[in-house]
């Protein structure tokens, strides 16, 4: 192998990237587009949940439980109801997603120190929303009869008072996590995508013929057309995580050349994953579909990124494994929010020079020089 021919080889990639428009878009325009569009659609935040309103006491306390509920930022009133069975009908009909009903007496009860019951019915449809809904509101009534309720001075106060802190994401905020993870997603299918058009590229444009002429090894040629590939798939990280801090706020905790290192190894094998599917099916239409398959769902849905990797089933569990993005989603969660560094990411470093290994592996076994 010549560094001369690599060199030359990647310069020549490198000017076929740059007359071809429609790969410069795909490499520069869309991972940032995707970012953006999956960081503010991707949520598990919920607010302004549509609320309804039957208050049979119309006291103050029932105005102030009213207004606690508004003023939370979680829910939005839409609907007030003179009886019950509207209360049925506007759940029936989806105007609301939650109805609070409150009893008559209520002030009265919760003055005496009798018991006030609340009625909160939820639409569970959406079990998530419903789900989440329902612990607000639950969070919303208990802190409103705490602060509500008359101070009795024979009750003794409880033993243990607990007082919960949350690490790394202090706010709760979904884009928080998401964000990261989005990262990884993104750029297994994205350099995967790129890749995936090299070879085939050749084949179709009959440019294979010129190339096997030339006394280029076929390792030569893999890493060279790989060295400009990997300069954009560093140059949209870059461009990702800048969107990330600045864009969404997220917070950048740990070392910039630790992220770039393992980002670099992750980019290797999904690079090599990309061309070894370029050099298996030699159709630019096919290499596309192929590598959209091998990378969007696999990453997408196995990685970490959305669903908990220990509530899986077993065997899904045991497939995860073999799931590049798991180990660099978890890279970059560790990274942007823990701050963590090379004592605790050494594992996935590991399986990440194991994926590159493979990539690079696979793509020098199926790219052939010969003509048929």
Known sequence: MKLQRVTAMARKEAIQL?????????????????????GYAITFDVRNIELGILD??????????IQAFESSGYFQVVESYARRGEVDVSLERGAVRLALTIPPDFQADLMTGRDAPIRVVLDGSDANTATIAQNYATAIIDRFTITQSPTDPNRLSPPITPESRV?????????????????????????????????????????????????????????????????IGLAD??????????????????????????????????????????????????????????????ALLLSGFIFSIATMPTV?????????????????????????????????????ILFAAVGLGLALRAFRKEIA
Not at 342 to 347: H, Y
């Open 18 to 38: 740059r007359r071809d428009p429609r790969s410069l878009a795909l490499a520069f325009i869309l991972p940032f587009a995707l970012i953006i569009f999956f």
């Open 56 to 65: 049979q006491d119309q006291s103050t306390a029932s105005r102030a439980l």
């Open 167 to 231: 690490w790394y994401n202090e706010t709760l905020e979904s884009q928080n996590t998401i964000v990261p993870g989005l990262v990884a997603v993104i750029m297994s299918i994205i350099a995967a995508m790129l890749t995936a058009l090299t070879i085939a590229r050749e084949w179709e444009r009959g440019t294979m013929e010129q190339l096997a002429a030339t006394p280029v090894g076929r390792a030569e040629v893999i890493l060279g057309k790989l060295i400009p590939y990997i300069g």
């Open 237 to 298: 990280v870059a461009l990702a995580v800048g969107a990330g801090i600045v864009v969404f706020g997220v917070p950048f905790r740990g070392s910039l050349l630790l992220l770039t290192v393992l980002t670099l190894l992750f980019l290797v094998g999904a690079l090599g994953l990309g061309m070894f599917i370029s050099a298996a099916v030699k159709s630019q239409v096919l290499a596309t579909q192929a590598a959209i398959l091998a990378t969007y769902l696999p």
């Open 316 to 352: 899904l569990q045991g497939l995860t494994y073999v799931i590049p993005a798991r180990y660099y989603v978890s890279v970059t969660k560790g990274v942007f929010l823990k701050g963590v560094g090379v004592d605790e990411l050494w594992p996935n470093a590991i399986a990440m």
